[in-house]
């Protein structure tokens, strides 16, 4: 089992910056790949960032060149700094593990956190 705890959310103004982290426990030592997903309001979960153990990044293109997503293996966390944030990013931040080189339906979830820009 892989426990995963996200912090660092809040209310930030847009054009503000965030940055989210997110510690693994447990068996860390069979995951690969982990990431950030987001959920908005009446809308589906979404993949924001993801980050595999060698360093290979994905984004979704509403976050290019806003949000950078790191990893520290020695530390097992895996980290969102989110800049010039919007309105349109509030949502709930889903943190996401895998031992596949993507996120699957077998990888672990943190309980999220809450992340709201307002204009």
């Known amino acids: 089992q892989v426990q995963l705890v996200e912090s660092g959310g809040g209310s930030v103004q847009a054009g503000g910056s965030l940055r989210l982290s997110c510690a693994a426990s447990?068996?860390?030592?069979?995951?690969?790949?982990m990431g950030w997903y987001r959920q908005a309001p009446g809308k589906q979960r979404e993949l924001v960032a993801r980050?595999?153990?060698?360093?290979?990044?994905l984004y979704a293109d509403s976050v290019k060149g806003r949000f950078t997503i790191s990893r520290d293996n020695g530390k097992n966390t895996v980290y969102l700094q989110m800049n010039r944030l919007n309105p349109e990013d509030t949502a709930a931040y889903y943190c996401?593990?895998?031992?596949?080189?993507?996120?699957?339906?077998?990888?672990?979830w943190g309980q999220g956190t809450q992340v709201t820009v307002s204009s």
């Open positions: 996401a593990a895998d031992r596949a080189l993507i996120i699957t339906g077998a990888a672990y």
């Open positions: 980050i595999t153990k060698g360093g290979s990044t």
């Open positions: 447990g068996s860390i030592f069979s995951i690969n790949v």
